[in-house]
């Protein structure tokens, strides 16, 4: 079994911050990557940030210079900073881990259940 779980979210102010953590746990026999996709409402979910083993990053253009992605690879953990939220930041935020899981030894995304994430004065 595989577990996806995030933390953190909330409402806050335009131009404040905020962080999520997000942690993979259970039968993982590699993690290939970990990322942050949100969906608002009425619209698709969407790529937020993503780090993939090797250490490359990926960011949608409407977060960079805003966004930051790490990760602990000895905790299968990975964050999102939040800086400068915008109202169009409103979202729930979904965090996606693409892995091997050592009880099929099949690879698949596995989602948490979701932070939201509000931006407002």
């Known amino acids: 079994q595989v577990q996806v779980v995030e933390s953190g979210g909330g409402l806050v102010q335009p131009g404040g911050s905020l962080r999520l953590s997000c942690v993979a746990s259970g039968s993982i026999f590699m993690l290939y990557a970990m990322g942050w996709y949100r969906q608002a409402p009425g619209k698709q979910r969407e790529l937020v940030a993503r780090?993939?083993?090797?250490?490359?990053?990926d960011y949608a253009d409407s977060v960079k210079g805003r966004f930051t992605i790490s990760r602990d690879n000895a905790k299968n953990t990975v964050y999102l900073q939040m800086d400068s939220l915008k109202p169009e930041d409103t979202a729930v935020y979904y965090c996606?881990?693409?892995?091997?899981?050592?009880?099929?030894?099949?690879?698949?995304?596995?989602w948490g259940q979701g932070a939201q994430v509000s931006v407002s004065s």
């Open positions: 780090i993939i083993s090797s250490g490359y990053i």
């Open positions: 996606d881990a693409d892995l091997l899981a050592s009880s099929t030894y099949s690879r698949a995304n596995y």
